[in-house]
Each structure stands twice: as C-alpha cells, then as structure tokens.
C-alpha cells in the first residue's frame, strides 16, 4: 500500500444521542452528526491539499446504511470528492446487534436479564441473539480491507463506515490483538489516516 486510508466513522446520530444499539437498523443524523460530517470533509480537503492529492482522485468506499450515507453525502461535497453506487460495499456495515438493534441497555436488560453481563465477560465472541460478535466481524472486514488496501496501491482511499467495524479494520490494519481492538475509540468528530501501518488521529480543528 503506498497511499494512505481516511477511515471515517458516521456523524452522531438520533439513536447515538438516546444510547440505543443500531447494528443494521438506521436512524438520522442529528444536527450535530451533520456538522461534524461538514468539519470532517473540510478537515479532509485541508489534508489532501497539504499532501499535494486531488480530492477528484481519491477513491471512496463505504457501507450501504444510511446514516453512513447521509454523512458520505455531507463530507463528500465538503471536500469535493466523487463518488456513486459502486463505492458501497455491504462487507463495510455496522455489526449486527440482532434482536438488540434498535433498543437501549435497559431494554435489553428487560427482555433478556443478565444477557448484557454475560457479554461484557467476553465482549469478542459474545454473540447477541440473531446478531455478529467481533469474530464474525472479521472475517467480513479482512477481505474488504485487502481489496480497498489494493485499491490504495494507485491512489488514497477514503473510506466510511461505522464504530464497531471501524474498529475492526482499524485493528487488522495495525495488526493489534483482540483486546486492544475492543479499547479502541470510535470518534466521530475525528477520522484516521491508515499508513505505512500506522494510523494517526485527525481532528477537525484545523492547526493554524
């Protein structure tokens, strides 16, 4: 890989705001989500341009949901990059919740007492009722990041997906062990710069 991966996850949310589980149900952005994807674009037009790159010639990747693609829309006019239907690519969505998306701890707590619990005892292979742990996470994500890594060998990538999976591709790029990928933020007023195996954290404070 010889240009770098911008790994954005989506702007906050409604259900991010109330605390709710998403996985592969979809709520809107909440005015605050809107402006951090706005920041995020101008704050990723700033980078490319002090690295000599043309937003025209970056290439986008994303999850198909929506709340990733209401912030694609945003950062992407922001920063002036191209994109259509052939940049989403469904290995990129959130992990599944199952039975749980949608809800709140305490409702998951009521409809399955001591279920969260047993979950946080072991957090990667923990399988929510009809949901994905991390193990099956990865094994989506690592053929997606091989081809968008491909893809990097020509030119930068910016790709946007979500907390959980950002997670995951962020870990199997820097090759950390499983407990280091669960402590990993999920920021959504920041997005990473993955490489030479490394990933820096980039704000949307522009330095003066």
Known sequence: MHHPIYLF???????????????RLDSPLTEAGRAQAHAMGLRLAHELLQVGYESSGVIVRASPLGRVRET?????AAAKLAHDEECF????REISWGDW????????????????????????HYQPPGGENYAMAVERARPALDDIAALAAERPVALFAHGGIGRVLRGLFLRVPDA??????QPQDAFYR??????????????S
């Open 9 to 23: 996850r989506h702007g906050e949310t409604a259900w991010n705001a109330e605390r709710r589980a998403q996985g």
């Open 72 to 76: 694609l829309a945003i950062a992407a």
């Open 89 to 92: 690519d469904h290995r990129l």
């Open 101 to 124: 998306d949608g809800l709140n701890g305490a409702e998951i707590e009521a409809g399955w007492p001591g279920a969260m619990a047993t979950r946080r005892l072991d957090r990667w």
């Open 180 to 185: 280091e990928i669960l402590d990993m933020d």
């Open 194 to 207: 993955l490489h030479q195996g490394a990933a820096a954290r980039i704000g949307t404070q522009v330095e």
